[in-house]
């Protein structure tokens, strides 16, 4: 079956400015709405059970870290680099949407097989079984194609709206530790809703020719966006599996603290989402058409994105006991020491995600990226649990910035090695 697309509206593609101030608002929701919901929710759950709460949504991370499959780096590259040819820019989508279908049936398969044969899942059931309904939000919200297509505005509009119908949700739904499998009931729901209104949108939108894609073309999509998933993989090593080991070698309390101090960390962080996250699409598209123009891009938003990390590190730096007990109450005061040492991460991740996101990638470096963040990967596995045994919770926060800082100097060594800031990328890269 065919549909055909009409003539799209709104043809001229948005400005930069345009896409950082819908990023922007869509930021300013992601800082508010889960910090308010981790306040609410650590009063009325408690250390503990808001604990297994972090726990869960941590495990459930890998399963859709499975489903993205690296297409929030390779479709949204790929679409973005096609512009306004809307007929390619529509086989591409529509068969990674066929992609990401397969990947959440499969995983969907695998976390009821796990639930019903292994005691750790098994004793947190409802919580995981509620957990499929993240699977298919995460499957059927296309992330990576409003992002390419750089339509932000759209895109944050759905994603807010979807953030205060889970705040909505979690407010009536919970109200004592008992209810605590019923937060990831809000998210699920929160996350089908978004995704449908989103399918709903492009269809009424004419962005797309619905077109049933082949096998062939579902296999290329998983075969480009297979490249970057070894990357995705290796940061889900060192993020999510950080707090998984310290629950396990420490309990759900241990987790409880640092998902708080971390959730802090990334809502302060992600002031600087909206500019990163506009300026991937616009420069992969630069690097192929004006790779001049790309640097003078990235020279002066480099230069902003440094500074204003090094302000977010101090503020998080100074004010941890603060925040951490505004956010958590004085239960949760404990995590402020760990906030102290993750309020590194902005400053020096900034440097990691610059050049990773907006000059590596772009440029068509999938292979170094990988095996910097791949040895990212194994470095984290081998000093995690001894500084776990020397320092507890403190000692998986600085475990993250040691391997974070590894990131951001191999990183920076390549370019330097490579003849990147002295101007000898001036070319556009060849094509995949």
Request: charged share 10%; net charge positive; hydrophobic share 55%.
């Amino acid at each position: 079956m065919t549909v055909e697309a009409g003539p799209r509206p709104e043809a001229k593609r948005p400005s930069l400015a345009e896409n950082i101030v819908s990023l922007g608002a869509l930021q300013l929701s992601s800082y508010l709405l889960p910090v308010a919901i981790a306040a609410y929710t650590t009063r009325v759950l408690g250390i503990e059970a808001w604990g297994r709460v972090a726990l869960v949504q941590l495990v459930l991370g890998y399963f859709t870290l499975v489903i993205g499959w690296g297409f929030s780096w390779s479709a949204t590259r790929k679409i973005a680099a096609l512009h306004d040819d809307q007929a390619e820019i529509s086989r591409v989508a529509v068969a990674t949407m066929a992609g990401q279908a397969m990947l959440a049936a499969a995983m969907a398969l695998v976390l009821v097989i796990l639930v019903l044969s292994v005691p750790f899942f098994a004793r947190d059931a409802a919580f995981y079984l509620w957990g499929i309904g993240v699977l298919l939000g995460a499957a059927v919200f296309p992330t990576w194609l409003l992002t390419g297509l750089e339509r932000m505005r759209d895109f944050s509009i759905i994603q807010i709206s979807a953030r205060f119908v889970t705040l909505g949700l979690v407010v009536v739904l919970v109200h004592k530790p008992s209810d605590a499998p019923l937060m990831i009931a809000a998210n699920a729901i929160a996350g089908i809703c978004a995704g449908a209104a989103t399918l709903f949108w492009l269809r009424r939108s004419a962005l797309l020719a619905w077109r049933r894609p082949t096998l062939l073309q579902i296999r290329g999509e998983l075969r480009d966006g297979g490249t970057i998933f070894a990357s995705t993989t290796a940061i889900g090593l060192y993020v999510n599996l950080t707090p998984i080991i310290l629950g396990a070698l420490m309990g759900p309390a241990a987790t409880g603290y640092f998902v708080l101090a971390d959730r802090i960390r990334q809502a302060a962080q992600s002031v600087l989402a909206p500019v990163s996250n506009a300026l991937f699409p616009r420069i992969s598209r630069l690097v192929a058409t004006d790779p001049l123009l790309a640097r003078s891009m990235l020279r002066r938003s480099g230069a902003a994105i440094f500074g204003v990390s090094a302000l977010i590190s101090a503020a998080l730096f100074v004010g941890a006991d603060h925040l951490v007990t505004l956010v958590g109450g004085p239960a949760f005061l404990p995590a402020g020491r760990v906030l102290c040492w993750l309020a590194m991460l902005p400053v020096v991740m900034s440097f990691s995600t610059f050049f990773g996101l907006q000059v590596l990638l772009p440029n068509q470096k999938n292979k170094v990226f990988n095996i910097i963040l791949g040895a990212a990967g194994a470095l984290s596995l081998m000093i995690i649990v001894p500084l776990i045994a020397w320092k507890g919770t403190e000692g998986a926060a600085i475990s993250l910035c040691i391997t974070e800082a590894f990131v951001s100097a191999a990183m920076t060594a390549y370019l330097v090695r490579s003849g990147f800031f002295t101007g000898k990328w001036s070319r556009p890269p060849p094509a995949q």
